[in-house]
Protein backbone atom coordinates (compact mmCIF):
# COMPACT_ATOMS: atom_id res chain seq x y z
CA UNK A 1 0.00 0.00 0.00
CA UNK A 2 1.87 3.07 -1.19
CA UNK A 3 1.83 6.61 0.29
CA UNK A 4 -1.07 7.64 -1.67
CA UNK A 5 -3.33 4.74 -0.45
CA UNK A 6 -2.33 5.30 3.11
CA UNK A 7 -4.09 8.77 3.10
CA UNK A 8 -7.55 7.33 2.58
CA UNK A 9 -7.52 4.70 5.17
CA UNK A 10 -9.31 6.07 7.88
CA UNK A 11 -11.67 7.28 5.24
CA UNK A 12 -12.97 4.58 3.06
CA UNK A 13 -15.92 2.53 4.80
CA UNK A 14 -15.30 -1.17 3.62
CA UNK A 15 -12.49 -2.64 1.42
CA UNK A 16 -13.67 -5.87 0.52
CA UNK A 17 -12.39 -7.69 -2.12
CA UNK A 18 -9.62 -6.43 -3.83
CA UNK A 19 -7.31 -8.05 -6.50
CA UNK A 20 -7.01 -11.35 -6.76
CA UNK A 21 -3.76 -10.73 -8.72
CA UNK A 22 -4.63 -12.72 -11.50
CA UNK A 23 -3.81 -11.45 -15.13
CA UNK A 24 -6.44 -13.83 -17.10
CA UNK A 25 -9.02 -11.61 -15.46
CA UNK A 26 -7.14 -8.88 -17.81
CA UNK A 27 -8.96 -10.91 -20.75
CA UNK A 28 -12.45 -11.44 -19.73
CA UNK A 29 -15.04 -8.90 -21.25
CA UNK A 30 -15.83 -6.70 -18.38
CA UNK A 31 -19.32 -5.53 -19.93
CA UNK A 32 -20.68 -8.53 -19.74
CA UNK A 33 -19.86 -9.22 -15.96
CA UNK A 34 -20.79 -6.09 -14.72
CA UNK A 35 -24.14 -6.64 -16.35
CA UNK A 36 -24.09 -10.43 -14.71
CA UNK A 37 -23.24 -8.56 -11.65
CA UNK A 38 -25.91 -6.25 -11.63
CA UNK A 39 -28.55 -8.44 -12.36
CA UNK A 40 -27.67 -10.47 -9.45
CA UNK A 41 -27.83 -7.33 -6.97
CA UNK A 42 -31.81 -7.44 -8.67
CA UNK A 43 -34.01 -4.38 -9.43
CA UNK A 44 -34.52 -2.87 -6.66
CA UNK A 45 -30.69 -1.96 -6.27
CA UNK A 46 -29.30 1.23 -7.14
CA UNK A 47 -26.53 0.02 -10.01
CA UNK A 48 -25.03 1.83 -12.81
CA UNK A 49 -22.82 0.16 -15.25
CA UNK A 50 -19.51 3.18 -15.69
CA UNK A 51 -16.75 3.10 -18.70
CA UNK A 52 -13.18 3.75 -17.43
CA UNK A 53 -10.53 5.22 -18.91
CA UNK A 54 -7.42 3.27 -18.50
CA UNK A 55 -5.19 5.46 -20.99
CA UNK A 56 -3.27 7.06 -18.29
CA UNK A 57 0.46 6.40 -18.26
CA UNK A 58 -0.06 4.67 -14.94
CA UNK A 59 -2.16 2.87 -16.52
CA UNK A 60 -2.84 0.23 -13.67
CA UNK A 61 -6.10 -0.84 -11.77
CA UNK A 62 -4.19 -1.72 -8.64
CA UNK A 63 -3.01 -5.17 -8.53
CA UNK A 64 -4.46 -6.30 -12.14
CA UNK A 65 -3.33 -4.90 -15.64
CA UNK A 66 -5.90 -4.00 -17.22
CA UNK A 67 -6.52 -2.77 -21.11
CA UNK A 68 -7.32 0.75 -22.02
CA UNK A 69 -11.23 0.42 -21.25
CA UNK A 70 -12.83 -1.13 -18.55
CA UNK A 71 -16.58 -1.59 -17.70
CA UNK A 72 -17.09 -1.47 -13.82
CA UNK A 73 -20.39 -1.81 -11.77
CA UNK A 74 -21.36 1.12 -9.24
CA UNK A 75 -24.33 0.00 -7.05
CA UNK A 76 -25.48 1.20 -3.43
CA UNK A 77 -25.95 -1.11 -0.46
CA UNK A 78 -27.01 -0.17 2.93
CA UNK A 79 -26.22 3.69 2.23
CA UNK A 80 -23.04 3.13 0.53
CA UNK A 81 -21.59 2.94 -3.18
CA UNK A 82 -19.38 0.22 -3.70
CA UNK A 83 -17.26 -0.53 -6.61
CA UNK A 84 -17.11 -4.21 -8.52
CA UNK A 85 -14.76 -4.74 -11.28
CA UNK A 86 -14.12 -8.98 -12.66
CA UNK A 87 -10.68 -8.81 -11.63
CA UNK A 88 -10.92 -7.00 -8.66
CA UNK A 89 -14.16 -7.41 -7.38
CA UNK A 90 -16.15 -5.54 -4.72
CA UNK A 91 -14.91 -2.52 -2.40
CA UNK A 92 -16.82 0.44 -0.70
CA UNK A 93 -16.32 3.39 -2.96
CA UNK A 94 -17.93 6.25 -0.48
CA UNK A 95 -15.88 8.07 1.31
CA UNK A 96 -17.84 9.22 4.16
CA UNK A 97 -21.46 8.86 5.32
CA UNK A 98 -24.28 10.45 4.67
CA UNK A 99 -23.23 11.34 1.14
CA UNK A 100 -24.10 8.87 -0.96
CA UNK A 101 -26.44 11.22 -3.32
CA UNK A 102 -23.10 13.75 -3.98
CA UNK A 103 -21.34 10.53 -4.88
CA UNK A 104 -23.64 9.15 -7.36
CA UNK A 105 -23.95 12.25 -8.98
CA UNK A 106 -19.70 12.42 -9.44
CA UNK A 107 -18.23 9.27 -8.46
CA UNK A 108 -14.86 10.69 -10.56
CA UNK A 109 -13.34 11.82 -7.62
CA UNK A 110 -13.71 8.59 -5.45
CA UNK A 111 -12.79 6.31 -8.39
CA UNK A 112 -9.51 8.50 -8.63
CA UNK A 113 -9.03 7.73 -4.68
CA UNK A 114 -9.11 4.28 -5.51
CA UNK A 115 -6.34 4.14 -8.58
CA UNK A 116 -5.26 7.69 -9.35
CA UNK A 117 -4.57 6.48 -12.69
CA UNK A 118 -7.56 6.63 -14.04
CA UNK A 119 -7.96 8.95 -16.62
CA UNK A 120 -11.74 9.56 -17.67
CA UNK A 121 -15.15 7.78 -16.67
CA UNK A 122 -18.71 7.78 -18.13
CA UNK A 123 -21.84 6.24 -17.47
CA UNK A 124 -23.14 3.38 -20.00
CA UNK A 125 -26.28 4.96 -21.56
CA UNK A 126 -28.56 2.11 -21.37
CA UNK A 127 -32.39 2.30 -21.51
CA UNK A 128 -34.27 0.84 -17.86
CA UNK A 129 -36.28 -1.71 -19.06
CA UNK A 130 -34.09 -3.01 -21.97
CA UNK A 131 -31.13 -3.23 -20.13
CA UNK A 132 -28.59 -5.61 -21.95
CA UNK A 133 -27.81 -8.88 -19.67
CA UNK A 134 -24.68 -9.82 -18.82
CA UNK A 135 -23.66 -13.59 -19.65
CA UNK A 136 -22.23 -16.30 -17.95
CA UNK A 137 -21.45 -16.14 -13.69
CA UNK A 138 -18.86 -12.84 -13.24
CA UNK A 139 -15.77 -13.50 -11.32
CA UNK A 140 -14.95 -12.49 -7.67
CA UNK A 141 -18.69 -11.44 -7.02
CA UNK A 142 -19.44 -13.26 -3.63
CA UNK A 143 -20.55 -10.05 -2.28
CA UNK A 144 -23.48 -9.97 -5.63
CA UNK A 145 -24.04 -13.60 -4.58
CA UNK A 146 -25.23 -12.98 -0.96
CA UNK A 147 -27.45 -10.44 -1.49
CA UNK A 148 -28.70 -12.26 -4.47
CA UNK A 149 -29.12 -15.46 -2.25
CA UNK A 150 -31.38 -12.81 0.18
CA UNK A 151 -33.68 -11.63 -2.53
CA UNK A 152 -34.16 -15.11 -3.66
CA UNK A 153 -35.14 -16.21 -0.26
CA UNK A 154 -37.21 -13.37 0.69
CA UNK A 155 -38.96 -13.73 -2.51
CA UNK A 156 -39.62 -17.61 -1.53
CA UNK A 157 -41.14 -16.10 1.28
CA UNK A 158 -38.53 -17.31 3.77
CA UNK A 159 -37.22 -16.30 6.83
CA UNK A 160 -34.61 -13.71 6.83
CA UNK A 161 -34.68 -11.23 9.87
CA UNK A 162 -32.08 -9.00 10.73
CA UNK A 163 -30.14 -9.85 7.76
CA UNK A 164 -26.49 -8.68 7.25
CA UNK A 165 -23.03 -9.08 4.92
CA UNK A 166 -20.26 -10.40 6.81
CA UNK A 167 -17.03 -9.57 5.78
CA UNK A 168 -14.14 -11.70 6.14
CA UNK A 169 -10.15 -11.84 5.71
CA UNK A 170 -7.65 -14.53 5.75
CA UNK A 171 -4.17 -14.56 5.16
CA UNK A 172 -2.93 -15.86 1.83
CA UNK A 173 0.85 -15.55 0.43
CA UNK A 174 1.06 -11.79 -0.35
CA UNK A 175 -1.73 -10.13 1.65
CA UNK A 176 -5.00 -11.14 2.44
CA UNK A 177 -8.01 -12.22 0.73
CA UNK A 178 -11.57 -10.94 1.68
CA UNK A 179 -15.01 -13.35 1.71
CA UNK A 180 -18.59 -12.46 2.10
CA UNK A 181 -21.95 -14.45 3.16
CA UNK A 182 -25.26 -13.83 4.07
CA UNK A 183 -26.20 -13.82 7.93
CA UNK A 184 -29.61 -13.46 8.86
CA UNK A 185 -32.33 -14.52 11.68
CA UNK A 186 -34.80 -16.80 11.76
CA UNK A 187 -37.15 -18.67 14.34
CA UNK A 188 -34.09 -20.94 15.18
CA UNK A 189 -31.40 -18.84 15.76
CA UNK A 190 -29.08 -17.22 13.66
CA UNK A 191 -28.21 -18.60 10.02
CA UNK A 192 -25.70 -17.75 7.17
CA UNK A 193 -25.79 -18.94 3.21
CA UNK A 194 -22.43 -18.74 1.50
CA UNK A 195 -23.67 -19.09 -1.43
CA UNK A 196 -20.17 -20.33 -3.09
CA UNK A 197 -20.61 -23.49 -1.04
CA UNK A 198 -24.51 -23.98 -0.98
CA UNK A 199 -27.87 -22.19 -1.49
CA UNK A 200 -29.01 -23.94 2.17
CA UNK A 201 -28.82 -22.35 4.73
CA UNK A 202 -26.16 -23.10 8.01
CA UNK A 203 -27.26 -22.57 11.40
CA UNK A 204 -24.58 -21.38 13.40
CA UNK A 205 -24.19 -21.69 17.59
CA UNK A 206 -25.45 -19.45 19.59
CA UNK A 207 -22.18 -19.46 21.35
CA UNK A 208 -20.91 -17.38 18.35
CA UNK A 209 -23.39 -15.11 17.44
CA UNK A 210 -22.04 -12.15 19.35
CA UNK A 211 -18.64 -12.53 17.70
CA UNK A 212 -18.17 -11.95 13.48
CA UNK A 213 -14.51 -13.46 13.71
CA UNK A 214 -16.14 -16.33 15.67
CA UNK A 215 -19.00 -16.89 13.12
CA UNK A 216 -16.50 -16.74 10.14
CA UNK A 217 -14.13 -18.82 11.47
CA UNK A 218 -17.06 -21.51 12.21
CA UNK A 219 -18.63 -20.90 8.51
CA UNK A 220 -14.78 -21.27 7.24
CA UNK A 221 -13.84 -24.41 8.86
CA UNK A 222 -10.20 -22.59 9.64
CA UNK A 223 -8.38 -19.08 10.62
CA UNK A 224 -9.45 -15.75 10.24
CA UNK A 225 -7.57 -12.82 10.50
CA UNK A 226 -10.72 -10.30 10.58
CA UNK A 227 -14.09 -9.65 10.14
CA UNK A 228 -17.27 -7.13 10.66
CA UNK A 229 -20.46 -7.26 9.70
CA UNK A 230 -22.70 -4.54 7.77
CA UNK A 231 -26.47 -4.75 8.43
CA UNK A 232 -28.81 -4.65 5.09
CA UNK A 233 -31.21 -1.83 5.03
CA UNK A 234 -32.99 0.16 2.47
CA UNK A 235 -31.99 3.32 1.64
CA UNK A 236 -32.92 5.63 4.39
CA UNK A 237 -35.38 9.04 3.93
CA UNK A 238 -32.49 11.29 5.48
CA UNK A 239 -29.08 10.42 5.41
CA UNK A 240 -27.03 11.86 8.66
CA UNK A 241 -23.95 13.21 7.74
CA UNK A 242 -20.38 12.17 9.87
CA UNK A 243 -17.47 10.66 8.94
CA UNK A 244 -16.68 7.04 8.32
CA UNK A 245 -14.81 5.46 10.92
CA UNK A 246 -14.14 1.79 9.49
CA UNK A 247 -10.78 1.68 7.88
CA UNK A 248 -10.36 0.12 4.65
CA UNK A 249 -9.15 -3.22 3.96
CA UNK A 250 -7.56 -4.18 0.90
CA UNK A 251 -7.96 -8.00 -0.31
CA UNK A 252 -8.21 -10.81 -2.87
CA UNK A 253 -11.78 -11.47 -3.81
CA UNK A 254 -13.77 -13.81 -3.00
Known amino acids: MGAMRLLYVILLILGIEASARNAAASFRDSLSDARAARE ?19 GEWRYAVYPKTVYAL ?20 SQTLGTVERDEANPGPLLRAIEPGIGGWEWVSE ?18 ESI ?35 LFRTA ?10 SPEPVSVPARLEQ ?19 LALVP ?20
Not at 82 to 92: H, I, R
Not at 151 to 156: D, E, S
Not at 167 to 177: E, K, T
Not at 220 to 226: L, M, T, W
Open 40 to 58: MLGPSTWARIVKIDNSHPR
Open 74 to 93: IFEVSGILWLYTDAEGTESL
Open 127 to 144: TRGALAVGKGHPPNACME
Open 148 to 182: QAFNRRIALGGEAGYPQLLFYYVSIPGGLRGHTVL
Open 188 to 197: RGLSAIDPQV
Open 211 to 229: NPRSISKYLRGGPVESART
Open 235 to 254: VPTERPGRWATLPFRGASAG
